[in-house]
């Protein structure tokens, strides 16, 4: 017998937010849509950058036949959400169709709007950041806008290829199609729309807050961790290494701190221990008692 935990439903991993939660990752979803529709009608259109995905293939489509990118955008969305319920499975839900189905219909009604710049450069570069910030929020909400990351889910299943080569080869395909048909110098600027809004989405993510990461191997760890914890008022891990000359065991602390702290902490680590070795890098997001809160 299993036991009784396993006669009844297993409780997910991840737990549910609630009927709010919910709620809240469809505004994330319907705001995110229509800043990447504005970002695409004001900028990336006008100017002729076709920065990847299904929003690329419909500027070439329209500059070739003069087809309503949002009618292309239709064209594909929908067939390769159903498709990828057909390869891959149903692990696409509702929000997924509801992302390839609003999205497209945002850039039809902010077709109208007047760019802001007939710069490319500058078209390509704040494209990109709204189209990134708008992916972000997307993202946020736990969605998707379909489009040619459900064709690179399926590639990464059917050849054994990375996802993020996947991606990047949808894109790259994209990106070398209004080469070829609009102008290659459009596509070096695609490229850097490309570039900004991948940055732009991390940022979205994960904010500007970046924190550091300290990990300290010292003779002197009791009276460190003292100080730190009482003057620095910072939370510690101790660590246990061993060197890889002496093989002797030695203890490392690990200490996460704010940009602002550093200069702090390596004053205070000298201090106590001026041959202390301290290796201090960038970490992207910190979560927990003293830093960001998780669900902020």
């Not at 300290?214 to 003779?219: C, E, H, P, Q, V």
């Not at 009791?222 to 009482?230: T, V």
Request: charged share 15%; net charge positive; with cysteine.
């Amino acid at each position: 017998m299993r036991g009784a935990t396993s006669l009844g439903k297993r409780q997910p991993k991840i737990p549910t937010q609630g009927r709010m939660g919910r709620v809240i990752e469809y505004v994330y979803l319907i705001i995110g849509s229509l800043i990447i529709a504005l970002s695409f009608n004001i900028f990336l259109v006008p100017n002729q950058v076709a920065s990847g995905g299904v929003s690329g293939i419909s500027i070439i489509v329209k500059e070739l036949f003069g087809v309503t990118p949002a009618l292309t955008q239709w064209a594909l969305n929908i067939p390769l959400f159903f498709a990828g319920l057909w390869l891959l499975g149903g692990k696409f839900g509702a929000k997924t169709l509801v992302g390839s189905a609003v999205l497209p219909l945002f850039v039809l009604l902010t077709s109208g709007w007047t760019t802001l710049t007939d710069n490319t450069l500058l078209a390509a570069i704040y494209g990109g950041i709204g189209v990134g910030a708008g992916l972000g929020l997307v993202f946020k909400g736990r969605a998707s806008t379909g489009g040619l990351d459900l064709a690179a889910q399926i590639l990464h299943k059917y050849t054994g290829l990375t996802l993020g080569l996947c991606v990047a080869i949808m894109d790259g395909i994209v990106i070398l199609t209004a080469g070829i048909t609009i102008s290659p110098e459009k596509a070096l600027y695609a490229l850097i729309g490309l570039y900004v809004t991948i940055k732009t989405i991390d940022v979205v993510q994960m904010g500007f807050g970046y924190s550091k990461v300290a990990f300290i191997i010292s003779n002197e760890t009791a009276k460190l961790s003292e100080a730190i914890l009482h003057d620095l008022d910072r939370g510690l891990t101790r660590l246990t290494a061993q060197g890889g000359f002496t093989n002797e065991d030695r203890p490392v602390l690990m200490v996460v701190v704010g940009q602002t702290e550093v200069t702090k902490l390596k004053t205070l680590v000298q201090g106590v221990d001026p041959s202390a070795f301290i290796i201090i890098s960038d970490t992207t997001e910190v979560l927990g008692k003293g830093f960001k809160l998780e669900g902020n």
